[in-house]
């Protein structure tokens, strides 16, 4: 007989703080987590859910590059992962996968967190991929007043800002922009270090500012915004933190106490 697990795909993945999470959260009710990092690249993904369900799998988060792949091997797909076309949990119903969207919720509600409400707000995000999409329609069903989506290529920032009724802007044209009231980078520039290049009149002091990454991901957009005088600016562990436990409550139909989880990890414990 094979024991439950859970994992988190991805490539890089051996970075990954979600195994360290979910064991937090299942000792919040005496429950021992067999949850796992799993390397898997574009292309690969398929056969590693198949191998993965296989040994037991019954839940699973998908990350970077890998959250749009996963909505095409789903055979069915919540509400709110349809709205956005991509996936980062997936739950094993009989010999298939059903896929769910925590990502969107999980901003919000670190947003909520750190008194930030996008109702009526001017955002800026910065990329147009599987997070990216998550992100953009929580903000909008949250009523920002105007979501303007940059991307290297235009084409796909397009594509996304026509779907969720934004306006797409050239990552070269965004000099004449006035400021924002938050801007999200949901690039993968920091992972693969590269510097942003962008106009520093996008922000002010009270602009806040949210890499959708953490740790020395977030490193480059987060001293851009603080060179540009950001007050408010910090990275996306307390989004992974909510995230998964919205995907945790998924799967074992129990929401954990985040704010313990959120100290542990900021204190490096």
Known sequence: MTTACYAV???PIAHSLSPRIHAA????FGMAIDYRAIEAGRGELSAALDAFAHSGGRGANATLP???DAA???ASLSERAQRCGSVNTLIRDGDRWQGDSTDGIGLL???ARQAFDPHE???LMLGAGGAARAAVFALAGAGARELVIANRTLARAQSLADAVGARAGAWEGLAPESPFDLVVNATAAGHADIPLDLPRTLITPSTVCYDLSYGSAARSFLDWARAGGAVRAGDG???LVEQAAESFSLWHGRHPDTGPVHALLRAGS
Do not use: P
């Not at 959260?25 to 919040?28: K, R, S």
């Open 121 to 123: 707000k001017r955002v």
């Open 237 to 239: 562990l307390g989004m």
């Open 66 to 68: 890998l959250k749009e």
């Open 72 to 74: 095409l091997l789903c």
């Open 25 to 28: 959260f299942g000792a919040q």
């Open 109 to 111: 509600r670190d947003l």
């Open 9 to 11: 795909f991805g490539q």
